[in-house]
């Protein structure tokens, strides 16, 4: 399945990073996508609570069930996986010096270079969104007992 990678949402206007980690998952796993600027942004901003602090858990289950998203494993680092190439899309919640915790998802990879490509992350990616995979590993939080990296699928 193409996909398009200016289609996929990279800059939020809130806190509202899971819900465009969701919104870039359901473009990965169905072609269809939510614009910004449209009223139903908007109305899942304040769904997932994004508007004035950020999207918490709760609020992200209610987004999940809308766009008929669930998790299909979870693992506190990217090695716990254990395909040889990785299945997508993946979230990753990561630790940024100047946003605190940020959720990105994970859409593509190249196996030859190690890279990764990572929507929503422009302070660290290239343009494009390529990072090096081992990269990425200094952005993880360590935090004990949390989990990093959610895969997502379809319900």
Same mark, same amino acid.
């Given at each position: 399945?193409?996909?398009?990678?200016?289609?996929?949402?990279?800059?939020?206007?809130?806190?509202?990073?899971?819900?465009?980690?969701?919104?870039?998952?359901?473009?990965?796993?169905?072609?269809?996508?939510? $614009?910004?600027?449209?009223?139903?942004?908007?109305? *899942?901003?304040?769904?997932?609570?994004?508007?004035?602090?950020?999207?918490?858990?709760?609020g992200?289950?209610?987004?999940?069930?809308?766009?008929?998203?669930?998790?299909?494993?979870?693992?506190?680092?990217?090695?716990e996986? $254990?395909?040889?190439? *990785?299945?997508?899309?993946?979230e990753?919640?990561?630790?940024?010096?100047?946003?605190?915790?940020?959720?990105?998802?994970?859409v593509?990879?190249?196996? $030859?270079?190690?890279?990764?490509?990572?929507?929503?992350?422009?302070?660290?990616?290239?343009?494009?969104?390529?990072?090096?995979?081992e990269?990425?590993?200094?952005?993880?939080?360590?935090?004990?007992?949390?989990?990093c990296?959610?895969?997502?699928?379809?319900?």
């Open positions: 399945m193409s996909r398009i990678w200016s289609r996929y949402i990279n800059r939020q206007k809130y806190s509202e990073c899971q819900l465009i980690s969701a919104i870039n998952a359901y473009y990965f796993l169905t072609r269809k996508t939510v $614009k910004q600027d449209s009223e139903e942004y908007e109305r *899942l901003v304040d769904t997932c609570g994004g508007r004035h602090g950020a999207a918490l858990r709760h992200m289950q209610r987004v999940y069930r809308e766009f008929g998203l669930k998790i299909l494993e979870e693992h506190p680092t990217l090695w996986f $254990k395909q040889r190439r *990785l299945p997508l899309p993946i990753a919640t990561l630790w940024h010096k100047r946003t605190g915790f940020h959720s990105v998802l994970i593509d990879q190249c196996w $030859k270079t190690h890279c990764l490509r990572i929507t929503n992350f422009n302070q660290v990616t290239s343009t494009d969104g390529w990072m090096f995979r990269d990425l590993y200094l952005y993880e939080h360590k935090a004990p007992m949390m989990t990296y959610r895969l997502f699928g379809r319900r």
